[in-house]
């Protein structure tokens, strides 16, 4: 699942990629139903809505039958009605932040004007992790004017108040996972896509207080899921510019991150178009991970 507003890039950000379609994901929003069209239908109770379900779903694996060949999506189709009634009974309760105790929420900072957003994705994350959702995934400043990239211009300021609403929530929810005992199996990956350049950006004469897009170091940090905590691995040049000392891939990133949930990045393969994909391409090596867990 992903929760999130408007996020730049749109579903192919959070998608099921090359994946079937029974991989994609549910987006929670952050205003009105978290689900569009999650309420069962006015009028109609619940075993009418399992008996019509009931033989739609007939009729589609009827219908996949006589296909023989390319079912994929049709198989997928058929997989997300039988989520799709589960998860009216399920999905109200488990992101109804409002359940949660006075002491949680201010743990949290759901009540805070400037980070109440971020810190309801939070809380819902952990009542998700609780609930058995293996793969939940948070957004926060990714469009408008709440956004990292306004960073090219005002860099220190944008950074500042974008650190003010994450960090409150993003601590209480790994002190919460420990609490309660969640903390050993969830991995945390908090990161995004770039750094920034440690000089102005040219791009934009007249914002230089601000700075540019930067692949060549930035900062990712995990937590929890096996990982073997305080500890810094690599470092950029004494600008700030480029790793340049124990430097870690992006592939090494995600074949590490495979590894913590017990998976072999090189063995990992879906066949896509003809050829058998890797989620690390032709690259990533698993030493990253030794050093997490030594």
């Not at 109770?45 to 996949?64: S, Y």
């Not at 207080?209 to 990712?220: L, Q």
Request: charged letters at 25%; aromatic letters at 8%; hydrophobic letters at 35%.
């Amino acid at each position: 699942m992903a929760t999130t507003n408007n996020t730049k890039g749109g579903p192919p950000v959070y998608g099921n990629g090359f994946l079937p379609a029974t991989y994609g994901p549910t987006v929670l929003r952050n205003s009105g139903s978290p689900v569009l069209y999650l309420d069962t239908p006015k009028d109609s109770a619940r075993h009418d809505q399992r008996e019509m379900l009931d033989f739609v779903q007939w009729l589609n694996q009827k219908h996949e039958a006589e296909r023989g060949h390319d079912t994929q999506d049709l198989a997928s189709r058929i997989a997300s009605y039988e989520l799709a009634f589960r998860m009216q009974s399920t999905v109200p309760d488990a992101v109804d932040v409002e359940k949660e105790s006075a002491a949680t929420r201010e743990l949290y900072g759901v009540d805070d004007p400037i980070s109440g957003t971020y810190a309801r994705s939070c809380l819902r994350a952990r009542r998700l992790v609780e609930r058995g959702v293996r793969f939940v995934q948070i957004f926060t400043g990714s469009a408008g004017s709440d956004d990292w990239d306004n960073a090219h211009a005002d860099n220190d300021g944008v950074h500042a108040s974008m650190a003010r609403r994450i960090d409150k929530p993003t601590a209480a929810l790994l002190q919460d996972l420990k609490a309660r005992g969640l903390l050993d199996s969830t991995l945390v990956v908090w990161g995004g896509e770039f750094g920034r350049t440690p000089i102005a950006d040219g791009r934009y004469p007249d914002k230089r207080a601000g700075r540019d897009h930067n692949p060549y170091g930035f900062t990712t940090w995990l937590a929890g899921g096996g990982v073997k905590g305080g500890k810094i691995i690599g470092s950029t040049d004494e600008f700030g510019f480029r790793a340049v000392q124990n430097r870690v891939h992006i592939n090494d990133l995600h074949a590490t991150i495979l590894k913590l949930l017990g998976l072999d990045h090189e063995k990992l393969t879906f066949l896509f178009e003809g050829r058998n994909m890797r989620l690390t391409d032709v690259g990533g090596e698993n030493d990253f991970a030794k050093q997490l867990l030594g």
